[in-house]
């Protein structure tokens, strides 16, 4: 039993804080729409402006948009003459929000608050009885995850993260063999065959589904320089196959880590490179405590990362 004197001031803080809480989190889910909705880039080419005209430029329904604004207006996104009864979205906000903001467009990252909250149950149903939640059970994760590395990975990949590397670039010109593990959608490996045509590029993952799609979109691309395949990287085995592997933000997910990073060191040449991408935290909560992302990335490790590894 706790012992110690309550006290009152702290739990009224706390109250005022839960109550944060729960308005941000209602927030999150009003600016995952305006995202998906294009609601916000639409916005951005307007100034004040009624619900009808924003509804009528982004091609929704008028009542929904406008209980979208007021929920926005509250929550102090949106701005709003109450005279001319009219919304407009700061130039300021709006640099956050929308896609040319990219890759600082925070609302991509919204989207990631719904698409946990899809699979609450089977998470709640872990915590009692153990085991983790599949891949296949997430609507729209890996469709997410595509488009938030597309503005945090691919629009550096070739111009600053690939030249990190000493040499890197030259070699690729020339003609060498990539592998990308838990490749996802595929797009940073299709981005690097379509820029470096005398290299050859696989793409590994877990998921029937991220695997298909990004067949499909190599074949719309038409490339010819790259494959992919289903892979358990945990029993992946290869001997000195590529010059270059890459991973990104993948690494973290497996229920082996040093089992897939020890295979990497297998199927790497000799002077082979490895190349990975991962979250800047500690291993220690302790460490986290004033991470700016911490309580959203132990969250997601929590709804995703975590429990599709058990």
Not at 45 to 52: I, N, P, V
Not at 61 to 74: G, K, S
Request: hydrophobic share 45%; aromatic share 8%.
């Amino acid at each position: 039993m706790k012992t110690g004197r309550f006290d009152q001031a702290r739990a009224d803080a706390f109250a005022e804080r839960l109550l944060s809480v729960l308005n941000d989190a209602a927030l999150t889910l009003m600016i995952s729409i305006g995202h998906r909705t294009g609601l916000f880039d639409v916005m951005d080419e307007l100034d004040f402006a009624s619900s009808e005209v924003i509804a009528e430029a982004a091609g929704c329904n008028e009542r929904y948009v406008r209980e979208w604004l007021n929920a926005l207006v509250v929550g102090g996104i949106v701005d709003y003459d109450a005279h001319a009864k009219a919304y407009q979205l700061p130039a300021e906000h709006a640099s956050f929000l929308t896609r040319k903001s990219s890759p600082q467009n925070m609302a991509v990252v919204a989207q990631f608050i719904p698409v946990l909250a899809y699979v609450e149950n089977g998470v709640v149903d872990a915590f009692k009885h153990g085991g983790g939640v599949p891949y296949e059970a997430y609507h729209r994760f890996h469709e997410v995850m595509a488009e938030e590395s597309g503005q945090t990975i691919l629009s550096s990949l070739t111009d600053k993260i690939l030249p990190m590397v000493h040499g890197l670039v030259d070699k690729l010109n020339q003609g060498i063999q990539i592998l990308d593990i838990g490749c996802g959608y595929g797009r940073a490996l299709i981005l690097m065959a379509k820029t470096y045509p005398q290299s050859q590029f696989t793409g590994y993952d877990l998921c029937d589904e991220t695997i298909a799609h990004a067949v499909h979109s190599a074949k719309e691309n038409k490339i010819q320089n790259i494959h992919f395949e289903k892979m358990d990287l945990s029993v992946w085995d290869e001997q000195e196959k590529y010059d270059l592997i890459t991973s990104f933000d993948v690494i973290h997910d497996q229920a082996k880590p040093a089992q897939v990073l020890s295979n990497v060191f297998k199927a790497l040449k000799p002077r082979g490179i490895f190349l990975m991408q991962d979250i800047k935290a500690s291993s220690d909560v302790a460490g986290n405590v004033h991470h700016p992302l911490g309580a959203l990335i132990y969250t997601i490790s929590c709804m995703h990362c975590m429990t599709v590894s058990l």
